[in-house]
């Protein structure tokens, strides 16, 4: 097995908080990759979901986070809104 980075990929893991990562990685076994980013001084892994073969398959993924995401403040909110105050005597 070679320990080369040979393969593209996009890394969607953090995709809504820093973005679509596009790195150089190598495949560990079918469902996971390791890749070193610039200026890391170790190797990380990405699981399943978390890496892509394709930017359109990157892109597809960040739209499902960002949906279930807004869908999980939508309910907070709606939470929020119908909360009632607490006063707690101690």
């Known amino acids: 097995m070679t320990h080369e980075f040979n393969i593209n990929v996009w890394i969607t893991k953090y995709a809504l908080t820093t973005g679509i ?14 890749y070193r980013r610039k200026g890391g001084m170790f190797n990380e892994f990405s699981h399943d979901k978390d890496w892509h073969t394709s930017k359109l398959e990157a892109l597809n993924r960040f739209d499902q986070m960002k949906e279930k995401k807004i869908k999980s403040l939508q309910k907070q909110i709606e939470t929020l809104k119908t909360k009632l105050p607490k006063i707690i005597i101690d």
């Open 21 to 34: 990562i596009e790195v150089k990685a190598r495949k560990v076994d079918p469902s996971m990759v390791t």
